[in-house]
């Protein structure tokens, strides 16, 4: 049986020949580029809080650049992947599963080496005592509300996708993207990250 791709594969641009489209944003590129340079997922976060780290990771952006296709929204993700603006990408899965079937028959999504992002909903300090937020609150944090907002935006394969495809029964975890590790670095390392990014 033929191994799912990974991200070693997403830089084969020798087997694969084409674009590939990624966020303008060092979060999750970063990530990728340690996952496709050998880098186990429980790793990837230590390595890349090194200066050799960091230095692995953009070396390994280096040899992707004359391929890649850039995107900064994940309407923008969907588009470049549906119209054949790349190859192969990262996008948000919710955006990819909640294309049109005729839209989903073009391409395929793989689960392996995922990473997952965390969302929040937050209330600003000046109106957390306030009946509206705390109304609202209250309204999100229904069981209910949070199954429809799973159902409205799903990450994972659906049960229908792992009849299909049985290897979808046993994912691997998935990359949590540190937000911890982010908020610490974010500052200095999107500066290096454009300043890579605008040089030809």
């Known amino acids: ?3 799912p791709p990974n991200w070693a594969d997403f830089w084969d641009v020798a087997r694969h020949p084409g674009r590939r ?3 303008r944003d060092p979060r999750t590129t970063l990530e990728i580029a340690l996952l496709a340079d050998g880098v186990p997922s429980e790793m990837v ?3 890349l809080n090194t ?3 960091l230095i692995r990771a953009f070396r390994k952006l280096d040899q992707l650049r ?3 296709v850039w995107w900064s929204t994940p309407e923008e993700a969907g588009q470049i992947l549906k119209s054949g603006g790349a190859l192969m990408g990262l996008a948000p899965t919710g955006e990819m599963l909640n294309t049109a079937d005729g ?3 073009r391409f395929g999504i793989c689960w392996q080496q995922r990473l997952q992002v965390r969302y929040g909903w937050g209330v600003p300090h000046s109106s ?5 937020a705390l109304s609202f609150v209250s309204w999100l944090d229904q069981a209910q509300q949070q199954q429809a ?6 990450s994972l394969p659906s049960m229908r996708d792992m009849a299909v495809d049985t290897t979808l029964r046993h994912l691997a975890a998935p990359l949590v993207v540190d937000d911890i590790f982010w908020i610490n670095h974010l500052n200095i390392i999107a500066e290096h990250f454009e300043q890579w990014a605008l040089r030809k």
């Open 1 to 3: 049986m033929t191994p």
């Open 21 to 23: 489209s990624l966020r």
């Open 45 to 47: 976060y230590r390595t």
């Open 51 to 53: 200066q050799d780290g």
């Open 66 to 68: 004359p391929y890649i």
């Open 103 to 105: 839209d989903t028959k």
């Open 128 to 132: 957390a005592t306030t009946a509206t």
């Open 149 to 154: 907002f799973s159902n409205a935006w799903p």
